[in-house]
């Protein structure tokens, strides 16, 4: 079954704007990974977050876990048109563990 | 680096006939692929966990007689979809852990839209 669940389901910005993503969880976690996904397409993977980190960034992106409230947001800052994708964020138990995947959120950059 | 690619990426088949769709890590070596199925608008839904050189371990609610997986390779996975039904429709995904580094993070292939008539 599903362990994470993603708000917004859908997300439209313009250009400039900045996206937030967020993911909440069930279980205990060892770490989270948010990936993207263009349409039809595989998966990216775009950041990987451990249990024991608060925040991390790369590039345009912002990650935050809060393993109390076992949640996590993804930011992007600035889109771009390009950014417009699907966006899953996906647990691991433990190091080395199957992924189990959130429901996604499809965002959706104007030009 | 980190390449994963799968193998046919669309393919329409009659009721009843089986596919095979590969799953190759093309720079790294792999002990362990997964295989996905992601329904239209929905998430990716695990099928099952390919060990190279041992069985798959299939989720709860994943027949492993009408989904064979095949790891016989450090660099290779095959999944089967034996006597297909149209309900066998979907996009699979595979996926890749790279042995040597990085091991948390999985690779994904571009997948496979499979279309049962």
């Known amino acids: 079954s599903q362990q994470g669940e993603e708000d917004p389901q859908a997300l439209s910005i313009q250009e400039g704007e900045n996206a937030t993503m967020n993911c909440s969880y069930k279980t205990s976690i060892n770490n989270l990974q948010w990936y993207r996904q263009n349409s039809g397409r595989g998966l990216v993977h775009l950041i990987l977050?451990?249990?024991?980190?608060r925040e991390k960034h790369s590039g345009r992106l912002r990650v935050t876990l809060d393993t109390s409230k076992k949640s996590s947001s993804l930011l992007i800052t600035a889109s771009r048109a390009a950014d417009t994708a699907s966006y899953f964020c996906a647990t691991g138990e433990t190091s080395g563990s199957r992924l189990t995947f959130g429901e996604g959120t499809q965002l959706t950059v104007n030009p | 680096g980190a390449v994963v690619s799968q193998h046919p990426s669309r393919v329409i088949c009659k009721s009843g006939t089986s596919v095979k769709i590969e799953c190759r890590s093309l720079d790294f070596q792999a002990t362990t692929m997964f295989w996905y199925r992601q329904f239209p608008k929905q998430s990716l839904m695990l099928m099952a966990t390919s060990n190279e050189g041992s069985k798959a371990t299939y989720e709860q609610g994943v027949e492993k007689d009408k989904f064979l997986i095949n790891h016989a390779s450090l660099t290779l996975s095959t999944l089967t979809v034996t006597s297909a039904h149209p309900e066998d429709s979907s996009f699979y995904i595979c996926?890749?852990?790279?042995?040597?580094?990085?091991?948390?993070?999985?690779?994904f292939g571009p997948g496979t839209r499979l279309t049962v008539l």
């Open positions: 996926s890749a852990r790279d042995l040597e580094y990085r091991y948390n993070e999985q690779f």
């Open positions: 977050i451990r249990s024991n980190e």
